[in-house]
């Protein structure tokens, strides 16, 4: 089975700080995504990358960096945290290589606060 | 701009069969139809994906119109464990090259 683990299921943070999020999947994929999940808007895409050190915006990159420097691990940066920013933030993985149809597999979550 | 219509929620009783219906009458030729499962708490969870044909796997039944313009999941014998919400998506590779979009789905609530 695959695995995508997420570094914190809960963080507090201060406006202003600095924030890692941590992602790490076990089984080889080559395609990780960062989504965002607030009531009433569903999912919503930031960053995503198809190889190491390779990266593309997704729909709501603003305020949000992204680093992958192993083919396992994708981290999600917010330079300097907002209020807005509080949220649920949910990693994924994909085989990719060209598969016609790819399945994305999720990690538990970390729900972020901003105060 | 909306690619996929649910009912924003339905109730089914404990070992009933759950249907749960998707529109997509804008759905192109080659693009598949996905449905996801998110329980409260947890990431997504990938449920069944097809193209034309009707499609089963261990969790779930896909069947989707011949014009493809709408689909149903599913779910055979319905436990309080999947009460969640499902979201039926519709895309090209499915997600692999740019992502998924997520509407609003349906909250799936199994009644004992």
């Known amino acids: 089975d695959v695995k995508v683990t997420q570094s914190s299921r809960y963080l507090v943070k201060r406006t202003g700080e600095k924030v890692f999020l941590e992602c790490v999947q076990d089984?080889?994929?080559?395609?990780m995504f960062w989504y965002r999940q607030d009531p009433g808007l569903g999912l919503r895409l930031i960053y995503f990358?198809?190889?190491?050190?390779?990266?593309e915006k997704g729909d709501i990159p603003e305020g949000y960096s992204v680093s992958r420097e192993k083919k396992e691990r994708f981290s999600l940066i917010l330079e300097s945290a907002s209020t807005n920013q509080t949220s649920m933030y949910l990693c994924?993985?994909?085989?990719?290589?060209?598969?016609?149809?790819?399945?994305?597999?999720f990690g538990p979550g970390t729900r972020l606060t901003v105060l | 701009d909306a690619k996929t219509t649910q009912p924003p929620s339905m109730d089914c009783a404990e070992g009933r069969a759950a249907n749960l219906p998707c529109n997509h009458s804008?759905?192109?030729?080659?693009?598949?139809v996905y449905w996801y499962r998110q329980i409260h708490s947890q990431g997504p969870q990938y449920i069944i994906h097809?193209?034309?044909n009707n499609e089963t796997n261990e969790m779930a039944s896909l069947i989707i119109t011949e014009d493809r313009k709408s689909s149903t999941l599913i779910l055979p014998h319905a436990t309080l464990r999947d009460t969640a919400v499902y979201y039926c998506?519709?895309?090209?590779?499915?997600?692999?090259?740019?992502?998924?979009?997520f509407g609003k789905g349906t909250h799936l609530i199994i009644q004992p």
């Open positions: 804008t759905i192109s030729g080659n693009e598949y």
């Open positions: 994924a993985s994909s085989l990719g290589s060209g598969v016609i149809t790819d399945t994305q597999y």
């Open positions: 097809g193209l034309k």
């Open positions: 089984m080889d994929h080559e395609n």
């Open positions: 998506i519709v895309s090209l590779s499915g997600g692999g090259a740019d992502g998924l979009t």
């Open positions: 990358s198809y190889d190491v050190k390779m990266k």
